[in-house]
């Protein structure tokens, strides 16, 4: 396809002979044309943008056309007024003869010559938003990192005290972000700290749409998640995605598969994970075997979850994982819930004692286990 770009300063603009030679082969139809950004007249054609490459009017044009056909055995004319209701759309489809003609001297079908040069328009812009992304993608250090990590924590704590209705939107729209940035960025550890970050988005995300109730929408920022895990290099991250994906099967009813995926990660993390993901992926798989109906399965997996729990833990540079003592007591509390055991009430109530009162999402969900 011709791609080509001009920018001819007023003394470079072709004149084709004269304004008033330029008025008279134009007519009404130049005070109509659209202009480029500098103010002159767009071509209107990319056989016009092509004659005025050549630094031709069309009277120059014409001749030359003319000299062209003899000396190559073309039967084709073209004359200036022809050219110019070709280029302005008014001259219908020309003879084979002249379409032949055309195409030799510019080496581009007639569809193309006679259509409007938008992909060349298109093709300026796309080049400098390209241009912008990479300038961006190539400023982005630790400190800016940090940055968007810290605007993460603070949606975060919006989600978990107003809900996902309320910071959805704007963790998808960082979402959109990050992976543009990453999409762009030429450091490998630039790209993979931009990952790690786009997988902790995609996670927020996913668990926030299974919480408003949008499973395929959920389980697709999952699937993104874990690609841009895989990218992190770190292990943890892929871990994690690919365990809370298995709550979207729980919300399914797949229980046995998300049993699976859960017994899945957790050999996986035996081997790449510290202890505090551990006993967090320890607890996940507690519940989905309890809602799958397998009781004593669930309630080791609790104590091996206890047993993994470190007294002080740090994310570092591993995922986001919530999960303290009283955090894991209202994870067992809702997994009693679930397989009907009456010690459930009793160890609810002692978490939702000790819950830290930002928590309200999981307060709502320790007083609707209660209330079951």
Known sequence: MWQTEISFSSAQRPHH?????QRRHFGKEAGRMERDETGQRAPRTVLEQLIWDRRQTLDEFATYAETFARKHGEVGTLSARHLDRLIAGRAGRPRQATIRLLERIFSVPIDELLSAPHSTQDQRAGEGELRDMLRASARIDAGVLGLLYEQLDATRRLDRQLGALVAHDEVVTKTRQVTRLLGHSLTPGTRRGLAALLSELRTLAGWQSLDIGNLAESWE???????????????????????EQAFVLLDLGETNSAVDLLSSTRTQAKRSTDLLLRAWLAAAHGEALAADGQRSASLRAFDQADTLLPERASRADGPYVVLDSVHLSRWRGHALARIGEPDAVDVLSSALDRLDPTYTRAETALRVDLGM
């Open 17 to 21: 002979a004269s304004r008033t030679t």
């Open 221 to 243: 920022h999952y699937e993104n998640g874990k690609s841009a895990a895989k990218e992190s290099g770190n292990a943890a991250f892929e871990v994690h995605t690919a365990a």
